[in-house]
């Protein structure tokens, strides 16, 4: 269905040394842009892969307008969409009709790589988490099965994990990324042994939305059931106690 503004501008009637000067009643149609996102809503690419982008449609009083494409990483800084640096990007699509009115669609792309858990790590993780024991009260959400938290290899060998409370807050809540705890580091010193350091003095991670310090202060691999369970602690304002334990499963892709 076409969507439309209707701008009327009414006659006026102005009288200057007896000449009677008047304005012709003029009305301007402007249709609202459309636009439709192709193919699915998240796409999945292989670290190092190709992004076949199925693109969009956007139209305009039923005319194809033109649209931009743009992209940026969530979680690692990237501008543009690059395979070759594992991360959830967001993929907008923007179409600006002829009087300036603007509409955009998106797409979640997730470059990945899929660890082993015997050499790595790395991988796509659906999340179940507790605070303090217990799960999140259904009356603020779900931290059950949440979808997804992200563990990624750094330049130095280390792993970053995007959210150090495991979705709690940014998905189980839906407050979103201002309230992910990102910035957590991981030291491998054996996957096999799970024998894991965190590099950073205690307390260097916090959490936008709420501030406080917080920490990681474990981390157990069962690559049989391509499993993680990651343990990490918060000193919340005003001085409240908040012990986080993780556990992501892995998603085989």
């Known amino acids: 269905m076409k969507k439309l503004i209707l701008t009327l501008l009414f006659a006026s009637t102005f009288f200057v040394s007896c000449e009677e000067d008047t304005t012709a009643d003029v009305s301007r149609v402007t249709y609202y842009p459309e636009i439709t996102v192709l193919g699915d809503e998240t796409m999945f690419v292989p670290k190092g892969?190709?992004?076949?982008?199925?693109?969009?449609?956007?139209?305009?009083?039923?005319?194809?307008?033109?649209?931009?494409?743009?992209?940026?990483?969530?979680?690692?800084?990237?501008?543009?969409?690059?395979?070759?640096?594992?991360?959830?990007?967001?993929?907008?699509?923007?179409?600006?009709?002829?009087?300036?009115?603007?509409?955009?669609?998106?797409?979640?792309?997730?470059?990945?790589?899929?660890?082993?858990?015997?050499?790595?790590?790395?991988?796509?993780?659906?999340?179940?988490?507790?605070?303090?024991?217990?799960?999140?009260?259904?009356?603020?959400?779900?931290?059950?099965?949440?979808?997804?938290?992200?563990?990624?290899?750094?330049?130095?060998?280390?792993?970053g994990v995007s959210d150090a409370f495991g979705g709690?807050?940014?998905?189980g809540r839906r407050l979103g990324l201002n309230y992910a705890t990102q910035g957590g580091l991981i030291n491998a010193v054996s996957i096999p042994g799970n024998q894991f350091t965190f590099p950073g003095a205690p307390g260097n991670l916090t959490n936008p939305g709420f501030g406080g310090t917080a920490e990681l202060t474990g981390l157990t691999v069962d690559p049989a059931l391509k499993k993680l369970v990651l343990n990490s602690h918060w000193l919340a304002p005003p001085a409240t106690n908040y012990n986080f334990e993780v556990t992501l499963i892995q998603e085989q892709l």
């Open 49 to 159: 892969g190709t992004f076949n982008d199925p693109g969009a449609v956007a139209t305009a009083g039923g005319e194809s307008i033109p649209f931009v494409v743009s992209a940026e990483g969530v979680y690692r800084g990237e501008t543009t969409l690059n395979t070759n640096v594992a991360d959830e990007y967001t993929v907008k699509y923007t179409a600006t009709n002829a009087d300036g009115f603007k509409v955009s669609g998106v797409r979640k792309v997730i470059v990945y790589v899929t660890g082993d858990l015997v050499n790595s790590i790395e991988g796509v993780y659906v999340a179940t988490t507790k605070r303090n024991g217990s799960f999140l009260p259904s009356s603020q959400g779900s931290s059950l099965n949440m979808k997804y938290i992200f563990v990624w290899k750094n330049t130095d060998g280390t792993y």
């Open 168 to 171: 709690w807050y940014a998905i």
